[in-house]
């Protein structure tokens, strides 16, 4: 059995939102029962209402029953809980009886309370939510010692049960108690448990980055290969068209160094070639083709030329078309490699994600590796506890104080000159 104070609160609708759901949710399954206590209704949320409405009562009631008003409570909310071993399955009659026995020995069974059973853990366990306000006198009860007490209650809960074994440190420590010896829980605090869960999810996140860094390392040679094969494949397929271009350009020369000789040897072949020039009277054609004029034969040259271009435009486009499928291929590969990289980086996420989470979910046993039941009541230590006073004098500065505090007897003095008027600096 572990009993656990939760801190004192001001609001009973946000206990309620938060006990009567689940967490970040407005569903309810984690809820297994509710049960109200000293209340008029068996609705939850209804009892809560009630508890709001008395606690907000509270300097009525006081003054009905003749007492005489004090200040208003600010934490009216109490709250605790129940929880028992994992191997424990307690019935809601066995759960309620425990809640009951625990509240009249704090002092509270005439309080009015709100029980919830929870079924999201592996332990069975109740939360109590107490209002500190008395429904007929409006007095709020003082919940010193509320640790102890119920750290000896579940003590004696064990013990009538014979099954102190489920926490064998709860009987020495209550000894040393006995004994006027302090005893202080050696479990980690929340600032150190904190501070514990920090490291462990720093450490699996540097492991993974550290990863991450090291894959991009090896990853940069994986798409260094990809890019040289495809230099590979472009020079390879460069060469393929080239040996298949070889034989046209041969031809081509052949002909045309034939073609020009005949040009130059032969008056029907100038003649034939100036006659099919368009924009030429044939008389011009024919004196031309005579005088063999030099005009006609550099004509003829640039037609060759363009016949040369006209090929090599054809064997750059094939080149052009061959390179654009190997670029293809290689993107192709390229993506492929990079969604199988991001989908390993995704994976490798969600598993450090998930390590990370499944620390923060559970609290770790404490320092001296007790068993799911060994706890003790905490205290601060008051020897290193500091007032507001003295933490705000450490950090602003005497000087800083001695300014504020000549400002603040400043305004008051101008408030009453004005009749009480706030004055604005």
Known sequence: MIPRVAKSGRSFKGAGLYY??????????????????????????????HMIDTATHANQLKQQAGIKGGRPLQTPVYCYSLAWHPSETPTKAEQLEAVQATLKRLGVSDRQAVIIGHNDTDHCHVHVMVNRVCPTTGKASTMSNDRLILSDWAHEYREQRGELHFCPERKKN????????????????PQDWRAWK??????????????RAKARADRKGQYDALWQQKENRTAQRKEEIKALFKPKWRDLFKKQRYELKNFDAGFFDRLGFAMTRGGRSKIIGFLQAVTNDGALRADFV??????????????????????????????????QLKASHEAQDQRAYDDTKAKSAEIWQERPRDKSGKDFEQTADRRK?????KTIDQITREQLGEDKIR?????TRKRARRRKRDGGRKFEP
Do not use: C, M
Request: charged share 45%; aromatic share 6%; net charge positive.
């Open 174 to 189: 209550r000894e040393k108690r006995k004994g006027g010896e302090y005893i202080k829980d050696q479990s980690p605090s």
């Open 403 to 407: 300014e504020i505090q000549k400002k």
């Open 302 to 335: 640039r037609d060759q030329e363009r016949e040369k271009k006209q090929l090599g435009q054809e064997h750059k486009n094939r080149i052009a078309d061959a390179s654009r499928e190997v670029r293809k291929a290689w993107q192709y590969d390229h993506d």
């Open 198 to 211: 920090k490291s462990q999810t720093k450490d699996i996140w540097d492991t993974f980055r550290a990863d």
């Open 381 to 385: 230590d008051h020897s290193k506890r």
């Open 20 to 49: 009567l759901h689940d967490k970040g949710a407005s569903t309810n399954d984690r809820v297994a029962f509710t049960e109200t206590v000293n209340l008029p209704t068996n609705d939850a949320d209804r009892g809560i209402a």
